[in-house]
């Protein structure tokens, strides 16, 4: 019916300028995509006092589906538009959206799930999503300090993991962390490795 057709129609032109035949986002979805991180970096930076912007509930919603980001793969043709963010201007917001969020949680109760669900990110296949969980675990190591310390029996099984990774970004990566944990905590870690 011609109803239908028209569904039909909305349907595929929707599918189309989401994401390319690669299954990659589209370059609006792309640019929308950096928006959104931003605006939600700048909410968490700035959110201060009593009362948080995120309860529990909302903070574990919004944890999954910024987590799922590191696994998104760019539009193939970004290099052609320059008006649009790079890869690395994204992977900078992510990383700095996910971080600053539980920065801003200030609460264990919240960063345990994170950390978990970020750390599980460096098993990928995507040398691209374990390069970012763990820049995200090292931004959480920078700004939480000594409250990192709490996370840190999880994390050392996941780092003794990627220290064995093949790729040298991911590897130089997992060091670096282990230098910062080992000079904030003040003691060497290598033996938990």
């Given amino acids: 019916t011609k109803t239908t057709l028209t569904q039909k129609k909305k349907k595929a032109k929707l599918n189309d300028t989401t994401t ?70 994204v992977d900078d917001s992510l990383v700095a959206c996910i971080g600053q969020m539980a920065v801003t949680a200030d609460s264990d109760l919240f960063w345990k799930p994170l950390n978990h669900e970020v750390l599980m990110q460096t098993r990928s296949e995507k040398i691209r999503a374990r390069v970012l969980g763990l820049r995200i675990v090292k931004y959480l190591v920078e700004k939480l300090k000594e409250e990192y310390l709490v996370l840190l029996p999880e994390t050392i099984r996941f780092l003794d993991e990627v220290l064995e990774d093949s790729e040298l970004p991911v590897k130089s990566l997992a060091q670096d962390i282990v230098r910062e944990i080992e000079t904030m905590s003040g003691e060497s870690i290598r033996q938990y490795l």
């Fill in 20 to 89: 390319d035949k690669d299954g990659a986002l589209s370059i609006q979805v792309w640019h929308r995509r950096a928006l959104i991180l931003s605006a939600l970096h700048k909410c968490f930076l700035y959110d201060s006092g009593s009362s948080k912007l995120l309860n529990y509930s909302e903070f574990e919603d919004l944890r999954k589906a910024l987590v799922s980001q590191l696994v998104v793969e760019p539009p193939v043709s970004l290099k052609k538009h320059a008006n649009v963010p790079s890869v690395e201007e």
